[in-house]
């Protein structure tokens, strides 16, 4: 059974930068980790939740146009690991973030994320840029 949790989160100056850690438990091997399809997304107060970046394999990324070229999604396979590198951010970029695991998955099709029990989710947390 696997478990996320997120850290990292603050409240950051417009222009700065944060890191984003989500730890994964309950993943059999580094090699599963490297295989299951991981992403980051984000919810802002009255907005769906937006998917921002995806990782899988041997590090196949993809990125949402709001971020590309500022945010950086990368794995720690030996500590199953998920980071997210922010920066530049703006106010634009204040929301919840949640790191979300499709276990099985070695291609990362967003619809995935969103069928009933399709993925696996942390709880988040809150970044705040002022």
């Known amino acids: 059974h696997v478990q996320l949790v997120e850290s990292g989160g603050d409240s950051v100056e417009a222009g700065g930068s944060l890191r984003l850690s989500c730890d994964a438990s309950?993943?059999?091997?580094?090699?599963?980790?490297?295989?299951?399809?991981m992403g980051w997304f984000r919810q802002a107060p009255g907005k769906e939740r937006e998917l921002i970046a995806t990782?899988?394999?041997?590090?196949?990324?993809w990125y949402a146009d709001s971020v590309k070229g500022r945010f950086s999604i990368s794995r720690q396979l030996a500590e199953k690991n998920l980071i997210l590198h922010m920066n530049n951010l703006n106010a634009e970029d204040t929301a919840t973030y949640y790191c979300?695991?499709?276990?099985?998955?070695?291609?990362?099709?967003?619809?995935?994320?969103?069928?009933?029990?399709?993925?696996?989710w942390g709880q988040g947390t809150q970044v705040t840029v002022s």
């Open positions: 990782i899988v394999g041997y590090g196949l990324t």
């Open positions: 979300a695991a499709l276990v099985g998955h070695d291609v990362c099709l967003p619809d995935s994320f969103h069928r009933p029990g399709g993925a696996t």
């Open positions: 309950g993943v059999a091997s580094a090699r599963d980790f490297r295989e299951n399809c």
